[in-house]
């Protein structure tokens, strides 16, 4: 069995078969069944997306602090290296992973999205390929093709005619993505992260307004679910600056207070080349409260600690 | 060291959603080649174009439009003649075109979706079905519209002519009977799949299959279902006719022959891959395409085969077959998905000329 049966035997048949199966118990609403089955999938793939997108936050938020390793070990690489390990142990980071939950998702993204189109057929060409995925013994599965593809004012198998969809689409993907960046990275990194949270929406929105009206519904539902998401993760594990300036203490922020004192104590045994560089990296954090969701409170804690210190 | 892997793993990614999405959503080909045939001349509708081809040699006569389409994209469904030698030809892109021999344009009428495949031209009436979810008479003259006729979803095959009155199967799971003077229903039947060619008629019958693996016999009369017959996987292609039997083929490759009275089957046949084009039948032999480049003439009374046909490129990636073949005289014209058309003999199965609209240019 090559690669190809793998893929189609197992993600992307299940996949279409399953949105047919929906599409024919929500009454043939072909929008309505794009709509539940990104969702589903979206929340079975939750369990790889929460770790993912943590790892992602925690990641930005050790950014100010990695810089400050970076210009106090300067060239010594060594050095740097293993204050950034030991950085990333202490906080509880594993800078790898985010990688892997996105590797593992993004079978599961091709295949939700090949099978959307697949489905959603509407030329000889196209329909042809839906025969050679359906499940004949799944009943009536078959009698369902053509899907009704009358929505609203939309036909599913071809672009908005008024243009709404890809604005849609480029809007629910710009604040999907300005949610999941922080302020207050490396500014080599952040100023790529904010051209990404501006050229990507863009180029969606662009990409949809040729793309059938049911493939930018998948677009925007699936950003909204993301930031429903981030919302969620936001508000309950303080990630974020959502949690931030709804002001919310959680047993994360407790930790990630916890987090702010072990840096802080690597890089006062680190760094015992002077004194006023220590004070001046710890104004840094106290400055980027975005990162650690300090509040004013906590601040003014750490400072009279830094006098004391003194 | 950990950032620059993680660019490495993420640009591939990157690279890779967006071809994904590109490709998935991009301009492919919208359906297969087709071919239309009168006295003379045999159309190829090849993507973009509609080449006018000697019967007999394969020679090129004319082509329309003669100039490159401007807008682009054009993919055009089989065409046809009338008695006063107009040419119909419908597109994908909701465009239906009346030209003259050869190749002048005589009027255009815009529907509201694709036009999949050939038109009907009856007198001075040209029948068509659309995406749009219509059926439309237009006068073959000026293109002025006669009727219009409503169904409920795409409408994917000739409508059939006779008698005074229009046979249209549509992907709406209904064949529907007309009054092809002013459109009015005489009745309809509701199978329970749907169909994508154009039904048969003979026998005072009509014969199609659906995409519920079923074929099914009507009574052209009233619309009355004769009987059923279950197939192994989707039909698609109409069935033929030939000397009491009615022959149908379906997509898993099996080609059944079926007493046209009853339905029984007395025999079948199974391809090498699945049979999507419609099949033909003369002369005792049945002609089969299936999918992956197999041509097969088969004896229409045992199904034996007695001989087979192939495109030029055959195996892995070559030329496949999707589009019903056209029997005339002594030669059978196929046209592979690549747009290569094909002149066999019908005694042998020897070619007799092949047709490459990219030699050509």
Known sequence: ?????????????????????????????????????????????????????????????????????????????????????ELYKQSGVNPMGGCLPTLVQFPIWIGLYQSIYQVMAVNPIQVLHLSENIYLNFPNLSQLIPLNDRFLWLNLGRPDPYYILPVLVAASMFFQQKLMTTPGGDPSTESMTRSMNYTMPLMFGFFSLSFSSGLSIYFIVSSLVGIAIQ????????????????????????EQKGLVAVTESISSTEMKAGQGELVAQDVSLAESPATFGDSATEKGKRRRARKKRR | ???????????????????????????????????????????????????????????????????????????????????????????FQDKFYAFAKPGKLLWTFATGGAIVDRATAVGNTVYVGANDRKVYALSSEDGSTKWVFDTQNWNWGSPVYADGLLYVASMDHHVYCLDAEDGSKKWDYRADGAIADAPLLAEGRLFFGDYNRKVHALDAANGKELWSFSTDHWVWGAPAYYDGLVYVGDLSGKVYALQASTGQKKWDFKAESGVRAGLVAGDGIVYVVAQKGQGYALDAGSGAVKWRFAPDHVGEGGEGFLSTPI???????????????????TDDGAKKWTFSPVSKE
């Open chain 1, 1 to 85: 069995m090559g690669i190809t049966e793998i893929w189609t035997t197992f993600f992307l048949q299940p996949m279409v078969n399953s949105l047919l199966w929906l599409y024919s118990v929500l009454g043939h609403n072909f929008a309505l069944s794009i709509t539940v089955f990104t969702i589903i999938v979206r929340l079975i793939t939750l369990p790889l997306t929460i770790p993912q997108m943590t790892s992602s936050k925690k990641m930005q938020e050790l950014q100010p602090k990695l810089k400050e390793l970076k210009k106090k070990f300067g060239d010594d690489k060594e050095a740097l290296s293993r204050a950034q390990m």
């Open chain 2, 327 to 345: 029997l005339s005289g002594n030669l059978l014209y196929v046209v592979s998905d690549r747009g290569i058309v094909y002149a066999f003999s």
């Open chain 1, 231 to 254: 919302l969620g993760l936001n508000k309950y594990m303080g990630l974020g600056p959502a949690a931030q300036s709804a002001g919310i203490s959680s047993k994360k922020d407790k």
């Open chain 2, 1 to 91: 060291m950990i950032k620059s892997l993680k660019k490495i793993m993420l640009a591939p990614l990157a690279v890779a959603i967006i071809s994904v999405l590109v490709g998935c959503g991009g301009q492919l080909a919208d359906s297969w080649p087709g071919l239309g045939i009168d006295r003379e001349t045999i159309y190829a509708s090849l993507g973009p174009k509609v080449y006018a081809l000697n019967k007999e040699t394969g020679t090129q006569e004319w082509v329309f439009p003669a100039e490159e389409t401007k807008n682009g994209h054009m993919f055009y469904a089989p065409a046809v003649e009338d008695s006063a030698g107009r040419v119909f030809v419908g597109t």
